[in-house]
């Protein structure tokens, strides 16, 4: 039987005219995994698995290993989910909610940049644990939310990231299941509860880390103990002046007093800033800007436009190791600020924190503006952009 097939010049323009005509798919698994519940039963088919703090999680790494077994794609040993938080009400501060947002905005960014995840409550999962201790009962939430996530990066909703192409060096804490901000002479010498600081920490999502959280937060509202807790710790902390247990001085305990189960797996960082003090921080933008403008002129590759995809961020690592204190710091901080309720620290001068919240949170905006073609010229005022020459800043003096 003969079959009667077209001549080459008749396919060629069938087939020019589908390619031009047909309407682009994209399938979305080139881009995601399956996310499918698997057909196996898992641990959130056991009807003891609570997500409150009122009934301890046993056998998590078992459990989760099962689940990620079963979900093989969505394993990652370098997974991050960004974890923050404000309270539900509004703010009494008049411009308080638009701080908020900003530094939400930051965060989003920030987890946009890295393709890291971020989670952002605002409810209190646990009535009795509130303000400083309201931080627990979510990191629970969120580990059994998120097996698939490794670390979990609780970010306080007053800190700001002003390095927006820094990413933290999990391989350094492979052996260690917290990584906190602090300084170790000032915690085992000095005894302060500001030798580190609780207001961003990253904290693997273990069964270690179940059981730790179980210990703080024993130390805490939760526990009928919670007014012995403040003795405890002002008797033990010697600049704590004041009554009831707070987190961080709890942290600060259980690195002096704690079993080496918690101490031997807690990293005290203080190489780059996880955590920075903004009052020391902020006075230096002004002159790190200046500092990356100059690099920039130097070298053509760090002026190349790119996709926010494709950063830069390893060649420009090499360039500015060496910047020290005119580095951009990771995190900056604003504690002691209270923006949401404007009843700032008295040692803090009138307005300098809302000046400066507005100043960090621009320095970090024109990192981001950057790959869009623009920067704010003047950090006090976020509402003023301008475009950005071809080539920028090779032709500024």
């Known amino acids: 039987m003969k079959l009667c097939l077209p001549s080459f010049g008749a396919t060629l323009i069938l087939f020019t005219l589908w390619i031009y005509n047909k309407e682009p798919r994209f399938s979305p698994s080139l881009s995601k995994p399956s996310t499918k519940d698997p057909v196996q039963e898992t641990f959130y088919d056991e009807p003891n698995i609570r997500y409150t703090m009122d009934k301890p999680i046993d056998n998590w790494d078992r459990k989760r290993g099962l689940w990620l077994r079963n979900n093989p794609n969505l394993a990652s040993n370098n997974s991050v989910m960004v974890v923050s938080g404000s309270k539900l009400s509004p703010c009494k501060f008049p411009i308080g909610d638009h701080l908020l947002l900003r530094f939400f905005k930051n965060k989003v960014d920030y987890c946009r940049i890295h393709g890291y995840k971020i989670f952002y409550?605002?409810?209190?999962?646990?009535?009795?644990?509130?303000?400083?201790?309201?931080?627990?009962?979510?990191?629970?939430?969120?580990?059994l939310a998120h097996p698939e996530t490794e670390w979990l990066f609780w970010v306080d909703s007053d800190a700001v990231f002003t390095d927006m192409e820094f990413k933290v060096p999990l391989e350094r804490y492979k052996d260690h299941n917290m990584v906190v901000h602090g300084w170790p002479n000032m915690i085992y010498e000095d005894k302060s509860w500001v030798g580190l600081n609780a207001g961003v920490f990253l904290i693997r999502n273990c069964q270690w880390t179940m059981e730790f959280l179980d210990v703080w937060a024993n130390m805490g509202p939760m526990s009928p103990d919670y007014n012995k807790w403040g003795e405890i710790l002002s008797?033990?902390?010697?600049?704590?002046?004041?009554?009831?247990?707070?987190?961080?001085?709890?942290?600060?305990?259980?690195?002096?007093?704690?079993d080496k189960k918690w101490t031997n797996k807690i990293y005290v960082e203080n190489q780059y800033n996880l955590h920075g003090y903004w009052l020391e921080l902020v006075k230096k933008f002004d002159n790190i800007a200046e500092k990356y403008i100059e690099?920039?002129?130097?070298?053509?590759?760090?002026?190349?436009?790119?996709?926010?995809?494709?950063?830069?961020?390893?060649?420009?690592?090499?360039?500015?190791?060496?910047?020290?204190?005119?580095?951009?710091?990771?995190?900056?901080?604003?504690?002691?600020?209270?923006?949401?309720?404007?009843e700032h620290n008295v040692i803090y001068k009138e307005d300098s924190c809302w000046v400066e919240i507005e100043r960090a949170l621009n320095f970090a905006d024109n990192q981001v503006l950057r790959n869009y073609g623009f920067v704010h010229p003047n950090l006090k005022d976020g509402s003023l952009v301008r475009p950005l020459p071809f080539d920028y800043p090779s032709g500024l003096r």
């Open 121 to 143: 409550n605002n409810a209190y999962l646990e009535p009795k644990m509130r303000s400083f201790w309201a931080k627990i009962p979510v990191l629970k939430a969120a580990m």
């Open 235 to 258: 008797q033990t902390l010697k600049d704590r002046m004041f009554l009831g247990a707070d987190d961080q001085s709890a942290l600060v305990y259980l690195l002096l007093k704690g």
């Open 295 to 342: 690099i920039e002129k130097r070298d053509k590759m760090l002026r190349r436009r790119h996709a926010e995809v494709t950063g830069e961020a390893k060649m420009r690592r090499n360039v500015v190791e060496g910047l020290d204190d005119l580095r951009r710091p990771f995190v900056t901080h604003f504690t002691g600020c209270q923006p949401c309720n404007g």
